[in-house]
């Protein structure tokens, strides 16, 4: 009887030994990571959660969406071919490569320029590109400034946009203090009445620009190019503010610019004020005009 009261005693405990040993081998119940646990209906949380995914944005939206509308995981960014570009008074910069480099991510991305002050225009031949997984695409951009626009440095910056997604390149524009005119080709033809001058030929009349700070240390160089078939020679009657005739003898020119040439006669304009010339070989008949202020 004592035996097959211990036999029992025994086959008890073998059973809860048993039952310990499941449960602690029993991880269906069981979460890890920080921050993690079982969810509201009593199941676990997944034990390996999947990691947000990346995307390029700067406000905290949500991730791009795809050309659908659903959100989709990756990342852009925008980077410029140059990251400053030189450019003169009333004209427009080379193009610069712009280029929005994906990972992992597919749509339209659309470009802009903030930051330019009024009388610079920022212009892309492709002003939305569209990119696929990593494959990127690329548009030029032109900055055309205006003969009024400020010498020195602008600081602006180019920005990729793909739903709330934003990445953005920063890029300089160094308006440099030099106007250029051109003769252009049949300029006989423009020529107007004496006391009646063409006054359309340069562009407008007058052509303002806005004074450098310090003018005499930051003068505006003006370069005149012949673009006619003709040459020709520049009267003007300002050399002690930097703005001097092409050298003459009795009245002749010495030498007329040549058709795609620029006149040799160095001019950098040093001083407020307005200043007026025309084409000497033809008399006052195609008249231009700066006014600097």
């Known amino acids: 009887m004592v035996s097959l009261r211990l036999a029992a005693a025994s086959a008890v405990i073998g059973l809860a030994l048993v039952a310990c040993g499941d449960a602690s081998n029993n991880t269906a119940g069981q979460w890890h990571g920080v921050g993690a646990g079982p969810s509201g ?3 676990p949380s997944n ?16 991730p791009p969406a795809t050309d659908s509308g659903a959100p989709q995981s990756g990342s852009f960014s925008v980077m410029v ?62 900055l055309t400034t205006m003969s009024t626009t400020a010498v020195g440095p602008i600081s602006a910056m180019i920005t990729a946009t793909a739903g709330s997604a934003t990445q953005s390149s920063a890029i300089t524009l160094n308006v440099k203090p030099i106007l250029t005119l051109n003769i252009p080709m049949n300029v006989d033809a423009m020529k107007g ?73 160095a001019r950098a304009i040093n001083a407020v004020g307005t200043y007026t010339f025309y084409l000497h070989d033809q008399g006052d008949l195609t008249e231009g005009q700066i006014k600097i202020q």
Do not use: W
């Not at 995307?55 to 949500?62: H, I, M, P, Q, R």
């Not at 929005?100 to 320029?113: D, E, H, K």
């Open 41 to 43: 209906n009593g199941q």
């Open 47 to 62: 034990s390996n959660p999947t990691p947000s995914s990346t995307n390029s944005k700067t406000d905290g939206g949500a």
């Open 81 to 142: 071919g140059s990251s400053s570009a030189d450019v003169e008074l009333r004209a427009t910069t080379l193009p610069i490569v712009v280029t929005v480099a994906p990972t992992n991510f597919t749509g339209s991305v659309a470009l802009t320029v903030t930051g330019l002050p009024a009388g610079v225009t920022a212009t892309f031949d492709k002003p939305t590109v569209s990119v696929s997984g990593n494959t990127g695409a690329s548009a030029n951009l032109t």
């Open 193 to 265: 009445t004496p006391g009646n001058p063409s006054k359309n030929v340069f562009g407008t009349f007058p052509i303002m620009i806005t004074a450098p700070a310090n003018i005499a240390a930051t003068p505006i160089q003006v370069k005149i190019y012949n673009a006619d078939s003709a040459g020709h020679c520049i009267h003007a009657s300002n050399p002690n503010q930097g703005f001097p005739h092409d050298p003459v003898t009795n009245g002749v020119c010495n030498a007329l610019t040549q058709k795609g040439t620029f006149d040799g006669q």
